[in-house]
């Protein structure tokens, strides 16, 4: 059995994370971002479908991206330095969110409803959630969105439209936060595509304890990537 959460009730700590669903660790509260804010601090997100009751994760061992570990194959460092793309970052917030909503082939139905949407769009209003764009001839082609607290980029989603899209968002997120001394990418849960990346798996409770140091460093009050990350 897991905990429900009621009012302000606090979340249990993470190491009463069930091994099976792996990280299941309560379910209820709410999206408020107080709620949010407190559960990324202390290494816990919100996944669930629609209609279901949160449920809130914290899985062990805790896929992660190290900024500057992440991979860059010939082929694609020709691609960064082409230059036939535009970089933007919180332009278009909502829109990146509901490309990462949109069906993709082969799965069915989003986790990103409309009570996801409101929820990180009040956070990209408050300063905690930011998108990275990917912009070919004025047209938004793909992109990432997360989280950000003090040193520590928290990972969601992303989706592509054209070949690399989102890879290219990845990359120079992964570039400017080596720059800004971030120390980890959070990437929840352990995929082939982002192993190839660069991404690897620690255990939980070395990912909690990193993060904890992340968390309370000071945060980054403009959001905008350096020019040339790539040339």
Same mark, same amino acid.
């Given at each position: ?38 559960? *990324? ?86 300063? *905690? ?15 990432? *969105? ?68 992340? %968390? ?14 790539? %040339?």
């Amino acid at each position: 059995m897991i905990p429900w959460l009621t009012g302000n009730a606090p979340f249990p700590a993470v190491g009463c994370a069930l091994r099976s669903p792996n990280g299941l660790l309560a379910a209820g509260g709410d999206l408020s971002a107080a709620r949010l804010l407190e559960a *990324y601090r202390h290494g816990i997100f919100p996944w669930f479908n629609p209609g279901d009751p949160i449920l809130w994760w914290s899985p062990d061992p805790r896929m992660v991206l190290v900024p500057g570990e992440f991979k860059i194959s010939r082929s694609f460092a020709k691609v960064l330095r082409n230059h036939a793309y535009e970089v933007r970052c919180d332009t278009a917030f909502e829109q990146v969110m509901r490309g990462c909503a949109a069906p993709r082939s082969g799965h069915h139905g989003t986790w990103i409803h409309e009570d996801m949407i409101a929820a990180y769009c009040e956070l990209h209003r408050m300063g *905690y959630a930011h998108s990275v764009e990917t912009w070919v001839d004025g047209k938004l082609t793909g992109g990432l *969105y997360g989280i950000c607290i003090g040193r520590m980029f928290y990972g969601e989603s992303m989706f592509s439209h054209a070949s690399n899209a989102s890879k290219i968002a990845l990359a120079h997120l992964d570039r400017q936060l080596e720059r800004w001394q971030f120390g980890l990418i959070d990437c929840q849960m352990n995929t082939p595509h982002l192993a190839s990346l660069g991404a690897r798996e620690i255990p939980r409770n070395e990912f909690i304890a990193r993060l904890q140091e992340l %968390v309370n460093c000071a945060p980054i009050t403009r959001w905008q990537f350096d020019t040339g990350l790539f %040339v």
